[in-house]
């Protein structure tokens, strides 16, 4: 069986997805969901390994699922096509799945963020731990439209070493996923039977921002830490406005 498996889900991401995969070179195995790119991403991609599937876009969740069933590595990393894996990260993988016992199913590993090309170091966002590698036998995807989550049974232990992530390098990068990712969000609360309220609208957006701001110490990250933050808001703002939208659609 084959030691370990990567996963990366991709939608028109040719900017990104050759530093991605050349960061995980050293897998055994390298699985590429691609979600019919109008771009060059499956071409590039298909420079870094020979699995690549293209599939209809299925929501998130689904789309790790089937890259999941594509695997046949014992373990399972996946990876956003904005994040790379460093040297040190991949020697510190490759020692915890030597060492890991019967009952250790993942490992968390801190994720930096590179907004607007600075290191965010606070806001909330670092150490930002998230839980991406795991024994494919002890690990599912949720199924949510967007921000997914990987239901793991079993010990989960943490990882010293960072895994980097390049989120947006300018607001047009931002706000090109805004659209997409607020109507994603605003549909899943639908989905969950999410009622629309105008405190919700008023006091979430600013609560995010004064939490990231000023208790999550956003302030020390200078203009880009208040840029975040603020971003952040309208993001929640947003959210709802369009959930605002949806129920008097469907009243």
Request: proline share 2%.
């Amino acid at each position: 069986m084959t030691a370990l498996s990567v996963i990366v889900i991709t939608k028109n991401e040719e900017k990104n997805i050759s530093e991605c995969l050349e960061s995980v070179r050293w897998a055994d195995e390298i699985i590429v969901v691609d979600a019919e790119s109008s771009d060059t991403t499956v071409k590039k991609a298909l420079e870094h390994t020979q699995k690549v599937f293209l599939h209809p876009w299925i929501g998130y969740g689904e789309a790790k699922n089937f890259g999941l069933s594509k695997c046949s590595g014992e373990w399972v990393l996946w990876l956003d096509a904005d994040e790379r894996v460093t040297e040190k990260l991949h020697a510190e993988i490759i020692d915890a799945i030597a060492a890991a016992d019967p009952g250790t199913a993942a490992f968390s590993m801190p994720r930096h963020a590179n907004f607007l090309g600075s290191w965010i170091d606070h806001c909330g966002w670092y150490p930002g731990r998230v839980v991406r590698l795991f024994r494919k036998s002890e690990g599912t995807f949720s199924k949510h439209i967007v921000h997914e989550k990987l239901n793991v049974h079993g010990n989960v232990l943490n990882l010293r070493s960072d895994l980097l992530h390049y989120t947006d390098t300018d607001l047009e990068h931002y706000y090109e996923k805004f659209n997409r990712y607020t109507s994603l969000a605003s549909d899943e609360l639908m989905m969950q039977g999410k009622t629309f309220g105008l405190l919700k609208l008023i006091f979430n957006p600013l609560w995010i921002f004064l939490k990231m701001y000023l208790v999550r110490l956003g302030f020390l990250d200078g203009i880009p830490g208040l840029i975040l933050s603020a971003l952040s808001a309208n993001y929640v703002f947003t959210k709802y406005a369009k959930l605002w939208e949806l129920s008097r659609k469907g009243g």
